[in-house]
Every structure is written in C-alpha cells, then in structure tokens.
C-alpha cells in the first residue's frame, strides 16, 4: 500500500519552519506495513493545494495531510477537500462542544460581549468544520478535528499542522484506522513486518556495512538498511513475510548473525540512544558519577541530566577550561600539566582521579581536546581529545582523532566518554 504525505504551509515553503509531521507521520505508516513513496509540501495558496491533492490521488493508494485546519483566512484544507468531494463543510457539533468548553475558561474570552464575542465565534468556528459525510478523528490536545474522506476512491486524512495534535489524534484512533485501512487496500496477499533498529557506535557506515556484508543473502522478506545520526549509526533489519510468525523468527536469526558481526560496537536496540542506555544503567544500578570538562565545556554533564530521575545518579561537574582550574579544581600537577600538555593521557588521568574524589561518586569522567578550528599542532592536531573514566576497578583511557569541525569534534568527544561510563558500569 502506497502512501503520500502531503504538507501544507506557507512557513514551510519559506523555510521558517522544519517539517517534523512528515517523519512522525512515515514512521508510524512503517509500523503498520504502509509504505510512503512521496512526500510532499505546498503554500496555502487554493491552486496549489489542488494540484498537490491532484497528483497525490494520481499514484497513491492512501494520503495523509497535515496543515490548513486553523481558523484564519488561509487555512483552507477543509474548503479544498469539500470542494474536491462535491459537499459543503459543517460544523462538527462535538468538536464545537469541546471547543465552548474550552473558551468558557478563558477569562479573555469571557470578558467579550456582543457582535465581539459573535465576531470571535464566527473566526474560531472555521477550525471545527469538516466535510459533510466526513469520518471525523478526536484531536483530545487541540481544536482542529482531524477528518477523513473519499477523493476518487481513495482515503485523504486530513490533520492539524501541529505536532503534538498530530501525536494526540494517532494515539486516540488515527492508528486503528490506518491500520484498517491497510487491510483493506492491500494488493494481493497481505505482507506482515517484523523489524528492529539496532544502535552502533564507535565505527563508521562504510565500516558497518562492510562486516554486515551478506547477512540478508538468500533470507526472502529479509532487507538491511543503514542510517548515520550522527554520532551513532543505526542499522535497520527488516523482514517482510505473509507469516507474522515466520517473519519474526527469520529477524530472530538474522538477529543473531548481526550481534556477532558487530560484537563490541552494538549498544543497544530501539529508540533508547546511548545517552538514555548509560543513564538508565546508572540509576538502575544505583551509582553515581560527576564530570570533569575542558573541550567539551559541559556537554556531558547536560547529556547525562535528560533523563528524568538523573539526579539520583549525576552528582555534580567542574568545567575547567584553563590550566589553572584544571589545577584549583581537580588537583592536576602543574607539573603534569607542564610536561605533558594540557591535551594528554597523563592530565585527563589525573582530571578523572580528581573528580572522583572531590564529588564522592563511583566514577568520574575527564575529558581534555582541541575542538578547533584552530589550537591544533603537528602532533596535536585539531580534533585530537583524551578521555578517562575513573571507576572502581580503576581507570581506563582513549585517544580520539576526529579532523571534524567544532560541534563534531565536542560531540563525538562527549559520546565516547558516555561510552566508556557505559563499558565501566558493573
């Protein structure tokens, strides 16, 4: 089943805002089987709009649009869509119940009167209109219902342009939906899905892709697909099957063929990234760590206080960008410092040692670079960063050379020291 995702929005057009609806939305038609083939973005203009939906009905079997449900002049998804149906829009009596409920606590609105209130009224009953006969989806976070209808046999789903509406309206049945839809439009036998997202880091995509050379060959459904986001790479087994129980046994196999081929550098599977798999470990475990951060000014210590409940683990950090607070702060040796350079395995040892002691926890992570674009030398050039995690059973160290600009350089920096907290957690 084809889909098209189609969204509306001069500020996209622009450039003034970044479409995130059109992956949300992707990923979720993934889940359920549907494949999107196109993605498209139009202005607010009617013309425009009607060519979009024009090509869309010409080669997808399913399109699901986002944008245009508001109350002003130029929100015109409802009028467009009625017009390509032949009907007229409608109020939706209970998405306009919800809506006066809503105004009736809102002392701006409550303290209007007369033709103003009317006026007002007339302007916020654009959002709650459908087309007649329309099939009509909840919004519980927002005004604007969601709707559906039939344009030339083909369901047309309408959204609101607003995330998180998006997100309220899929969880309150949008995703049953789609999913009977799926049923229903499907060409030929019925293809079930299994698939993982497993989360690689510490080796490049051409490297990756290298070691998992063959792994799919001769396996039918089965595909493998890479995606860098960077600093990780994820590595996407999928296996397509009409046997929900055959396609998950073959992804169970192919499963454990991956896991050997990227022994060492697989961390995890799923949404949870790196960062979420560390803290989590910590607070689990019930251990804690501080931060000691030259080139990375902070980067972990804000990397390791996202997730909820984090304070039960991160006890604290020192940014210690000069020498001199390496020293005040830490107890670095000037004459560490003075032979071995700022930059070195000798200073982020003793870095880590410092933060340990002084912040009581069970590790302690040091990390000391040249995050550029300038600073680099000869033998140091830009992008070279030692890190040391001080735990319990003692301290380990890594040499990262990464010639990558600034943010690059501090980011790949602050991830291998996560790695390595991971690596030292018992």
């Given at each position: 089943m084809r889909a098209e995702i189609l969204t509306i929005g001069d500020e996209l057009c622009r450039g003034e805002i970044v479409d995130t609806n059109s992956s949300y939305l992707a990923d979720k038609l993934w889940d359920l089987g549907?494949?999107?083939?196109?993605?498209?973005?139009?202005?607010d203009d009617e013309p425009d709009m009607r060519t979009a939906f024009a090509q869309a009905l010409g080669r997808a079997d399913i399109i699901l649009?986002?944008?245009?449900?508001g109350p002003t002049e130029d929100d015109l998804t409802v009028d467009v869509t009625s017009a390509l149906a032949g009907v007229a829009p409608v109020v939706d009596e209970t998405a306009r119940d919800r809506m006066l409920a809503?105004?009736?606590k809102v002392p701006a609105f409550l303290?209007?009167?007369?033709q103003e209130r009317d006026n007002l009224l007339a302007i916020q009953l654009r959002q709650v209109r459908v087309p007649t006969g329309a099939r009509v989806f909840k919004n519980p976070v927002g005004l604007a219902p969601g709707f559906e209808v039939t344009l030339q046999g083909i369901p047309v789903i309408c959204l609101p342009g607003v995330p998180r509406e998006i997100?309220?309206?899929y969880d309150a049945g949008l995703e049953a939906r789609l999913?009977?839809?799926?049923?229903q439009g499907e060409r030929g036998p019925i293809e079930r899905i299994a698939r993982q997202i497993y989360r690689v880091f510490g080796r490049?995509?051409?490297q990756i892709s290298q070691a998992c050379r063959g792994l799919v060959d001769g396996v039918p459904g089965a595909s493998i697909h890479y995606q860098v986001k960077f600093p990780e790479t994820l590595v996407k087994l999928v296996v397509r099957d009409p046997s929900r129980e055959v396609a998950a046994a073959r992804l169970a196999t192919l499963e454990a063929g991956l896991r050997e081929r990227l022994a060492g550098v697989l961390y995890g599977t799923g949404q949870e990234n790196l960062v979420e798999v560390v803290t989590r470990r910590l607070i689990e475990g019930g251990q804690t760590v501080a931060t000691a951060e030259s080139c990375t000014g902070g980067m972990i210590g804000e990397l390791l206080t996202r997730m909820p409940g984090s304070s039960r683990a991160f006890q604290g950090g020192a940014i210690v960008y000069s020498n001199a607070e390496k020293t005040r702060q830490l107890g670095v040796q000037e004459v560490t410092l003075r032979e071995h350079g700022a930059v070195s395995e000798a200073v982020v040892r003793e870095m880590a040692a410092g933060a340990k002691a002084r912040f009581a926890v069970d590790h302690a992570v040091a990390v000391s670079g040249i995050a550029g674009p300038d600073g680099g030398t000869p033998e140091k050039p830009v992008g070279t960063t030692w890190i040391a995690v001080a735990s319990p059973g003692g301290v380990v160290t890594k040499l990262v050379q990464?010639?990558?600009?600034r943010d690059q350089n501090r980011t790949l920096a602050a991830w291998w020291a996560l790695k390595l907290l991971g690596d030292a957690i018992q």
């Open positions: 549907i494949t999107t083939r196109w993605m498209t973005s139009c202005t649009c986002s944008g245009g449900l809503r105004f009736a303290s209007t009167t007369g997100y309220g309206i999913a009977e839809l799926r049923e490049g995509e051409s990464w010639p990558g600009q």
